[in-house]
């Protein structure tokens, strides 16, 4: 240890006087921490309240367009639907037109062979 001697405190109050005053100083800034910690609970509650409030709103803004949301899907799957029996009708009429020009290129050959072809 060293030997540095303890300075004493020229505060001319007692030891006991000090250490109470301490507490006092202790306690007063308890009782501000305190207050202060009320009021923020205070705010959280009101916090708390509007948020309740808003979620609230929003379970029943849920509830009131859930019909929509189901009748679009309804309309969205039929749409579906139609288009892929669309696509069916397009694959048979591409299938119908391939089959029609093929046909067309051989009567038009078969025209060629029995048609002479002027001379130019």
Do not use: Y
């Not at 250490?19 to 910690?37: C, E, I, K």
């Amino acid at each position: 240890m060293s030997e540095e001697k303890t300075q004493n405190i020229t505060d001319g109050r007692s030891f006991e006087e000090r250490v109470f005053a301490r507490f006092d100083a202790l306690d007063a800034r308890l009782d501000n921490f305190d207050s202060r910690l009320e009021a923020v609970e205070v705010r959280l509650d009101t916090v708390d309240t509007r948020l309740q409030a808003l979620e609230h709103q929003a379970e029943r803004r849920a509830l009131e367009t859930k019909p929509i949301w189901e009748r679009a899907l309804a309309e969205i799957l039929e749409l579906k639907e139609s288009f892929a029996d669309f696509d069916r009708k397009i694959d048979i009429l591409t299938h119908d037109i391939v089959k029609v020009r093929a046909d067309q290129v051989r009567v038009e050959r078969r025209v060629d062979k029995l048609e002479p072809k002027p001379a130019q």
